[in-house]
């Protein structure tokens, strides 16, 4: 299975598709059906891994203050308490303190953009949380232990934000900051170089990159990504532009299987 980052913008993008929302579509419907997803998510942090072991996990409308309809979506996915504790049992083996949590269910990180990969919610779905005090090496590192599961038919997802700076957001249709654009084509370029040490050094090393994330834990999910992956897979770029002058929604796939990787996402919308 390949792996994904995923930008999943502000809760609204489960509403507005905008130019993401049918390239995820396309995506979705040209991948083999995974066993389960994994989905890392900067909205569940821990003082420790955990692995959601859920049944049949609910959808956490983990926000406030949004339109009325967005409080009605549900996304009804089966967990996978089978493959969490094989994902649970990888990140022991490669000396993670983690533990099984029974009753999380999925938060807006997972089940917005999982709306578009797969529509029906007919696909296993489980969350990993990130541990408290993660860094960019520990959470590439965290991806490398990860890396396994896609040889076993599971869809790892880091789910995030390339540019997140909540106290800049602007009007709807607003221009993209100069700032956000140039930290996104920064990224673009690691991410397409296929240099990840370079991208495991963006925090430190990328223009704006304290602007562009004044917290760090929407980034993280796709060094979590990238390390599942493995810096020789290829990469297709899912170009979903800046939204609210200052959230880039770019988002990457990485090594798409070859009738995937030959499907042309959908052309963004004007």
């Known amino acids: 299975m390949p792996v994904l980052f995923i930008s999943h913008g502000a809760p609204t993008f489960a509403l507005e598709p905008g130019r993401l929302g049918p390239q995820l579509q396309a995506l979705g419907a040209a991948l083999p059906v995974p066993r389960a997803v994994l989905v890392v998510s900067p909205h569940w942090t ?3 891994a955990r692995v959601a072991t859920t049944a049949a996990p609910a ?87 990860l890396a396994p599961l896609r040889q076993e038919g599971v869809l790892v997802v880091g789910s995030g934000s390339l540019t997140h700076n909540l106290y800049e957001i602007a009007a709807p249709g607003a221009a993209a900051a100069d700032y ?15 240099d990840h040490a370079r991208l495991r050094r963006t925090l430190e090393d990328a223009p704006h990159a304290a602007r562009a994330h004044p917290t760090t834990e929407h980034f993280l999910p796709l060094l979590v990504a990238a390390g599942a992956a493995g810096d020789a897979a290829p990469v297709r770029v899912l170009d979903g532009g800046i939204l609210y002058g200052v ?24």
């Open 180 to 194: 956000a654009q140039a930290f996104a084509g920064w990224v673009r370029a690691a991410v397409a170089d296929r």
């Open 59 to 145: 959808t956490i409308h983990d926000f406030r203050g949004f339109p009325a309809p967005l409080y009605r979506l549900a996304y009804p996915a089966p967990g996978a308490p089978a493959v969490a504790a094989r994902a649970q049992a990888l990140l022991q083996a490669a000396g993670w303190p983690v533990q099984a949590d029974p009753a999380r269910g999925l938060d807006h990180g997972a089940w917005v953009p999982l709306r578009y990969l797969f529509p029906a919610a007919d696909v296993p779905v489980f969350q990993l949380a990130m541990p408290a005090g993660l860094d960019a090496e520990g959470a590439y590192a965290l991806g490398r232990a």
């Open 46 to 48: 821990a003082p420790q």
């Open 247 to 270: 959230l880039s929604m770019e988002s990457y796939a990485f090594g798409l299987p070859e009738a995937a990787a030959s499907t042309p996402p959908t052309p963004p919308s004007a």
